[in-house]
């Protein structure tokens, strides 16, 4: 089987699409038009110049073991001079691969040849190969890998050696190489052009308790570096730097708590520089110095500009003393340590003299908006709210300096108490887990693009692990972001897939609807964030549909896994089922809490068994946990040591602790009866007193419940359980024709103590147009104990829409739409609302692209126009209020807060700007608190209409300014209920 759909092979699979130059050029079968990478059991000879990169001699040596991984068949590699290359190269047909202008075989094989390199020359980080006839004095033809810089060569050959079938995560991942006897490339060879983002990296970040533990298990003998203790030496770079080349990251920030890249290990440095990796420092490191490890162990006086220029300035001119032989890009500004802002009374002077005497600008944007004046040769670093929502774009006036703009992008993130304690509230997200959806990740960085924040671009990824696939996606997207768009970012995750796991087509395209669910799931709440009333235990059945969705998601995972070869299954579950697992047992858990709790207060025995499955799922937890650390004898151990249940603060807890649960008494008779009813939709339970059944909590009426003709789902259900250990059985009747009750009758014991009574109705037309009312009895009959019974009211609604209306129609008192459904689609002016297929918590997102810098008056600019039919107004007066969930994004366009306008029918559109402003350098106040806007993953809005009679309905949607998405939209007519997500999409008449 062929496994040549690999990333960068990508274009076999769209190179109609996305033909960019980049054709696949690797085959395991020949053709008259191949060249013979492995052939009867032969390797081509690679050869080197000796004068070219010592990074690309490594590289090629990687190469090198690479074509030796997947044929078996070793490749003799030559390091030529003058006095070697006539024996190395007679007689064959090798690949010869090296960098334009430094290497000089390659530079004499272009000056004899021709060879045509222009379109590479120059351009940073390009290469070109292709077969070449007569090279070489000697040498009939042969296989050309040229660079147009270092990176150029290295990439190149990583780029042949990922087609050959080497994942770049070969070893962090352990992903298998398929074997093949025979390896071809094309004559025409690969190209590629310079990124799109000229310096793409991640930052090793919060890198204790897992990262950490596990580098000095792996990497040390037990005792890190001699100053600070750490494991961060070059044995572990070395494995970095490999997998980021191979990756084409070129960037790296390097492990900086409690770790000096520099001192920790005097190899890292230079290392970095051979490998060819450019190195940096944080945003609160200035001047290539570890801050503030370094300052403490070696700087004099205090970390104050103001009173202690002359030191602080002797400090960074060390920093640059020690870099100035290594490819380095100096951060600029100064922090207080431990990422504190600087105090307040010295804010913008001495940030700007500490600039005038450094010379990449980040964390200063506050500073920076507030009127500070940077250097235009500095690259503007824009970060996000550490929660991956961007917080400004460079404007119009703000792309023309000559240092660019970039991005500081998270995918994990500690709360620090040190970092921005006075707007980060206290949140705090360890995600041990896959949470960012990469749908999001294309929305903020195609943004960046379009903004032209391309200089730089930099991924806080923590550990490293478990954000693979994310890591990768941003990186591959900055190396080429226009093979990527919002429509084929499903095709990424399949062909990523594809290389991993060895899969079919159709197998892989399971795979990528697997981790758009997971990711989707884990993206609406991250895990950490997860309570036992996040999800709504009593409308929508929102919490259970989460629970089977994640139950029908483990489902699909576990066949896929079990359905591989073993030496396969060890990187599925790294990469794939882990995160499922362990989401999924927290979902569960957490679910199976929330009821343990509610039923509590409702007298139900079926809190016992709740509570023994929560202490279950709990201690699951941890089996899972162990179950990664014991992969692969233990090759992973302490990389899932990450705490992340329980959280007091915003800080991790130092062990995980269970969610609360509670019990009846095992053997205790309920004093109102052997059986408790609890219809869908009410905290309260029957029969007895219960806080929740009516205002004075006793002598209530009967439960009653409601449906209408276009309730979403079209049943209600009725929860018939056990108040105590004694077991009965039950009947239930109606009194009306109509309705159908399923099961009709059961038998409850403490082994089964509930059961779930469907109501629902076959056929509208037997009801008659508005109310029907029927009634319910529940009889309970047990040995020994009086017959119990209880009644429950039952209201359907018949409502109708007027003959040939299309659209969304009003089902309980509300009408929810995905914003992406809309009947009509305007443009204006080239600008249209586009669907962001996957994004969000529910369906999809949409927002204006592109996303230019053009915005419109309200009224006047690109709509959506969703055709509704409401038969209730809130309290009959003839108002609805329209409701709507956006995705988090910061107002982003410098001064002009984020902006877009709601109007039903020909009523005054209504202007919204959805993000208050905030003081530069903060985030508004229900940005980031427990249950605030980035926790849940939307920013409500909401406007209510005058004069809505009920009827049908145009409900538009407005751009007035770019950068807005939305997901959903919830029209509340009176019967809205709270829930997480609101409720399912109503009926839509088409
Ligand atoms: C290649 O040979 C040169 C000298 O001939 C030597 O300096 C260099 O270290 C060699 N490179 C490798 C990767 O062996
Ligand atoms: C290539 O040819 C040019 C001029 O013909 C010459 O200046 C240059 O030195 C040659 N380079 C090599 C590496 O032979």
């Not at 899972?624 to 233990?634: C, F």
Request: negative net charge.
């Amino acid at each position: 089987m062929t496994r040549v759909l690999v990333l960068a092979g990508l274009c076999t699979l769209f190179s109609q699409v996305y033909a960019i130059g980049q054709d696949s050029c690797v085959s395991f079968k020949s053709s008259s038009s191949s060249f013979a990478v492995v052939s009867n059991g032969k390797a081509a000879p690679i050869l080197v110049s000796a004068d070219d990169w010592a990074g690309v001699h490594l590289a090629a040596a990687d190469f090198a073991s690479d074509i030796q991984k997947v044929t078996s068949v070793k490749a003799t590699l030559t390091n030529t001079t003058s006095s070697n290359l006539a024996t190395a190269s007679k007689g064959s047909l090798p690949i010869i691969v090296g960098t334009l202008g430094k290497s000089s075989l390659i530079n004499q094989i272009v000056n004899s040849t021709g060879l045509d390199v222009s379109s590479i020359q120059g351009k940073w980080e390009s290469f070109l190969t292709r077969q070449v006839k007569n090279p070489l004095p000697g040498v009939a033809s042969a296989y050309v890998v040229i660079g147009a810089d270092k990176r150029g060569t290295i990439f190149a050959l990583y780029d042949h050696s990922e087609q050959f079938g080497v994942s770049p995560w070969y070893w962090w991942a352990d992903v298998p190489t398929t074997q093949h006897p025979e390896l071809f490339v094309s004559s025409s060879g690969c190209s590629h052009g310079s990124p799109t983002i000229k310096y793409r990296g991640i930052f090793l970040n919060d890198e204790q308790p897992a990262l950490q533990s596990w580098a000095m298990d792996n990497f040390t003998n037990g005792t890190g570096s001699a100053q600070l203790n750490s494991p961060f030496n070059h044995l572990f770079y070395s494995k970095l730097f490999e997998l980021m080349l191979r990756l084409k990251a070129n960037y790296l920030w390097p492990a900086m708590w409690g770790s000096a890249f520099a001192i920790d290990d005097p190899l890292n440095q230079p290392l970095a520089d051979t490998y060819g990796v450019v190195m940096g420092t944080s945003h609160q490191e200035p001047m290539m110095r570890s801050t503030p490890n370094e300052f403490i162990l070696f700087g004099k006086g205090t970390w104050h500009y103001v009173n202690n220029a002359d030191n602080i300035k002797q400090f960074y001119f060390e920093g640059v003393q020690r870099a100035k032989n290594f490819e380095s890009i100096y951060t600029l500004g100064m922090r207080g340590f431990g990422d504190l802002p600087l105090s307040e009374p010295i804010n913008i002077q001495p940030l700007e003299q500490v600039l005038a005497d450094q010379s990449d600008l980040q964390g200063l944007e506050g500073y920076y908006d507030d009127g500070m004046p940077v250097p235009d040769y500095v690259t503007l670093m824009w970060a996000d709210d550490n929660w991956g929502n961007i917080r400004r774009f460079p404007i119009a006036s703000e792309r023309n300096r000559t240092g660019g703009a970039g991005v500081y992008y998270h995918f994990d993130y500690v709360g620090d108490p040190r970092d921005y304690k006075w707007i980060t509230a206290r949140l705090t997200h360890i995600p041990r887990i896959a949470t960012t959806q990469i749908e999001k990740v294309y929305e903020q960085m195609s943004i960046a693009v379009e903004r032209e924040a391309t200089r730089l671009w930099i991924l806080n990824v923590g550990d490293l692990k478990p954000y693979e696939r994310e890591t990768e996606f941003f990186i591959s997207y900055g190396w080429n972001a226009t093979r990527w768009s919002q429509n084929n970012l499903g095709d990424f995750v399949t062909a990523w897939a594809q290389r991993e796991f060895d899969l079919s087509a159709a197998s892989s395209a399971k795979v990528s609807q697997i981790v758009a669910n997971l990711t989707r799931f884990n993206a609406r709440r991250k895990p950490e964030l997860l309570n036992s009333t996040t999800y709504s235990l009593i409308n929508y059945r929102e919490a259970e549909t989460v629970a089977a969705q994640w139950a029908q998601l483990q489902d699909a995972s576990t066949a896929i896994y079990n359905s591989l070869p073993s030496g396969t299954k060890p990187a599925f579950f790294q990469l794939v089922h882990h995160p499922i697992l362990a989401s999924s047992n927290i979902a569960n858990m957490m679910l199976a809490a929330g009821q343990n709790n509610l039923r509590a207060s409702q007298a139900r025995y079926s809190v016992n068994s709740l509570a023994d499955k929560v202490e279950q799922l709990f201690e699951k937890d941890y089996d899972i946990e162990t179950q990664y650390h014991t992969l692969l004898d233990g090759k992973w151990t302490h990389m899932m040591d990450q705490t992340h249940l329980g959280y007091y603060y915003w800080q991790q807890p130092m062990t995980n602790t269970m969610p609360s649960i509670t019990r009846v008494q095992k053997n205790k008779i309920n004093i109102a009866g052997v059986m408790r009813i609890v219809p869908e939709g009410t905290l309260g339970a029957w029969p007895g007193d219960n806080p929740n059944q009516c205002a004075q909590g006793y002598s209530c009426p009967p439960p009653s419940i409601s449906m209408d003709s276009f309730s979403s789902p079209s049943n209600r259900y009725i929860d018939v359980g056990a108040g105590g250990p004694i077991p009965f059985t039950f009947t239930a009747t109606s009194n009306a024709s109509w309705l159908t009750l399923s099961p009709s009758k059961g038998s409850i014991s403490p082994s089964s103590p509930e059961q779930r009574v469907f109501a629902s109705i076959a056929d509208w037309s037997k009801l008659s147009a508005g109310s029907n009312s029927a009634i319910i009895t529940f009889k309970a009959t047990a040995t020994g104990q009086p017959d119990l019974s209880v009644t429950v009211m039952f209201n359907a609604q018949k409502n109708t829409v007027s003959s040939g209306f299309k659209g969304f129609v009003e089902g309980d008192g509300a009408i929810s739409i995905e914003a992406a459904h809309a009947t009509r689609n305007n443009s204006v002016s080239g600008v249209a609302w586009s669907e962001l297929p996957g994004y969000g918590r529910t369906l999809s997102a949409v927002t204006p692209m592109p996303r230019t810098d053009a915005n419109f008056s309200a009224g006047t600019g690109p709509s959506l126009e969703y055709d509704f039919y409401n038969f209730n107004t809130l309290k009959g007066q003839g108002n609805v209020t329209v409701n709507a969930y956006l995705s988090p994004s910061l107002n982003t366009n410098g001064d002009t807060p984020l902006s877009l306008a709601l109007q039903i029918d020909s009523l005054t559109p209504q202007i919204i700007n959805p993000i208050p402003a905030a003081a530069p350098g903060t985030l508004p106040a229900a940005w980031d608190t427990n249950d605030g806007w980035v926790a849940n993953a939307a920013v409500p809005i909401s406007a209510t209409f005058n004069g809505v009679s009920p009827g049908a309905h145009t409900l538009k949607l407005w751009m007035i300014e770019p950068t807005v998405v939305v997901q959903k939209i919830i029209i509340n007519t009176g019967g809205l209920q709270p829930s997480y997500l609101g409720p399912p999409e109503s009926v839509l008449i088409r």
